[in-house]
């Protein structure tokens, strides 16, 4: 078992933790899974209030992981927890797409992931374990994660911009301009409104070849124009979703590896470790094995000189 020394809850009290090794019970990923899952609630809910949700970093976020595995009774580490998610996702993303195709399939004729052998998922390139209610806890968590990163964008009564303080800080720090010229689209105050003296939008053609009369043709046109501001908004949200998505990814990539490359450092420590304790023990053979020819050989010169 490994100890280190972990600090609860930001006090000075100093325990020493036994992680628990092995491979993981359906018991602690279940607890694992729900731990995730209160995290992202809690992040969102940082973000969404004061933006300071992503802003803290990978190690701690797992920190807060571990504190709650450990009181739920999973005895793991951060690193440990991290790996396993990865792990979980890994295998998640897999059985998801073969579900996924399998539902696509007109003719129905393949199998779910469920109804097949291990042998067959193996053949598959699928996780041949994957239980499903591990798997239904994931796509809970997953799912749900996805909605909460979708962007919406609201107009406001008075018809002004929404306030950047309520948007979430990494969404406004990659997403800006797209957020900007969605509100231009949707307020009507971006390059192609009324109000610009050159503007040339379909719209105001429309109403210049119909000198502006036709209350058909304006319905029409409004009607295509908030079609357009709804699907470049979702759009604008997908992009948003995906890429605070690829940001936590990468984050994770780094966290795992800071973790790598310190476990790298330790086996090389522990290398020079081994070492130097051989070098010794080979030192005190060495001496040993001295003192014993000497005392050898000064015992057979007493024997030879002693009297006859």
Not at 105 to 117: A, D, K, L, R, V
Not at 144 to 149: D, E, I, L, T, W
Not at 196 to 202: K, N, R
Request: net charge positive; hydrophobic share 30%.
């Amino acid at each position: 078992m490994h100890l280190v020394m972990a600090d609860q809850g930001g006090n000075n009290n100093i325990v020493m933790r036994e992680y628990r090794k092995g491979n993981w019970t359906v018991n602690e990923t279940l607890v694992l899974i729900e731990a995730k899952k209160m995290d992202d609630e809690r992040r969102m809910k940082k973000s969404g209030d004061h933006g300071e949700g992503r802003s803290k970093p990978t190690e701690l976020r797992w920190k807060w992981v571990e504190d709650y595995c450990w009181r739920k009774g999973c005895l793991r580490s951060q690193n440990q927890c991290n790996d396993k998610w990865d792990n979980l996702m890994r295998d998640y993303k897999k059985v998801r797409e073969y579900q996924r195709r399998m539902a696509e399939n007109s003719n129905n004729e393949g199998p779910s992931y469920w109804e097949i052998e291990k042998n067959e998922r193996k053949e598959k390139n699928l996780p041949s374990n994957m239980l499903r209610q591990i798997y239904e806890r994931l796509e809970e968590v997953v799912e749900k994660k996805g909605v909460q990163n979708r962007v919406v964008v609201v107009a406001s009564p008075g018809g002004s911009a929404p306030n950047p303080a309520n948007i979430p800080y990494a969404v406004t720090n990659v997403y800006d301009d797209a957020l900007i010229k969605c509100w231009h689209s949707f307020s009507g105050k971006g390059s192609d409104s009324d109000t610009s003296e050159y503007s040339d939008s379909p719209a105001k053609r429309r109403r210049r070849s119909t000198g502006g009369n036709g209350e058909g043709t304006s319905a029409t046109a409004s009607a295509n124009n908030s079609n357009e501001v709804g699907t470049a908004i979702s759009k604008s949200a997908s992009i948003i979703a995906e890429a605070i998505q690829a940001s936590d990814e990468r984050e994770e990539r780094r966290h795992r590896d800071l973790v790598n490359l310190h476990e790298r450092r330790l086996k090389i420590e522990e290398s020079k470790t081994e070492i130097n304790k051989n070098g010794i023990e080979g030192l005190v053979d060495a001496i040993n094995n001295l003192a014993n020819s000497i005392l050898a050989l000064a015992s057979h010169k007493n024997q030879s000189s002693a009297p006859k």
